[in-house]
């Protein structure tokens, strides 16, 4: 596996394999590794932080020996983006709770709104190196 933070994402939820692809784009450093909650390598992480391995309801963003989930995982993403993304930062004084609502509003309705895969995704041959195994 690569050094850096991780972003573990539900790899069959259309909404979600966006937002990979959108983050890959914006970052530029490539600092950033990839997996799909559901793969073995995901499951591996889930429980070496002792997080459910059964749901799959948030992005889960692993950065400096710490796990980040919901919004807060958002906003560390945004911040280690860098650039425009940095103005994101200030919603952390948002309460959490508040912050959270809205994220579970957007995860318990995603499928619905934009459907879902059969299988996780497949990176393509230029951007596979960016993915965890």
């Known amino acids: 596996m690569r050094n850096g933070p991780v972003l573990l994402f539900d790899g069959?939820?259309?909404?979600?394999?966006g937002i990979v692809n959108f983050l890959i784009r914006?970052?530029?450093?490539?600092?950033?590794s990839y997996g799909s909650l559901q793969s073995e390598a995901g499951q591996q992480i889930l429980?070496?932080?002792r997080l459910p391995a059964?749901?799959?309801?948030s992005v889960v963003y692993i950065k400096n020996g710490q796990?980040?989930?919901?919004s807060d995982a958002v906003l560390e993403i945004a911040r280690?983006?860098?650039g425009m993304w940095k103005f994101a930062v200030p919603a952390k004084f948002i309460p959490r709770r508040v912050r959270d609502a809205l994220y579970e509003w957007i995860a318990r309705?995603?499928?619905k709104w934009f459907g879902k895969k059969d299988q996780c995704m497949i990176p393509s041959p230029e951007v596979r190196q960016r993915f965890i195994d």
Not at 26 to 32: E, F
Not at 54 to 57: I, K, M, S, Y
Not at 67 to 70: A, E, G, L, P, V
């Open 67 to 70: 796990s980040y989930q919901k």
């Open 109 to 111: 309705n995603r499928y």
């Open 47 to 49: 429980h070496q932080f």
């Open 54 to 57: 059964d749901t799959f309801e």
């Open 12 to 17: 069959v939820c259309n909404f979600c394999n």
């Open 80 to 82: 280690d983006l860098g």
């Open 26 to 32: 914006q970052d530029k450093k490539g600092s950033i």
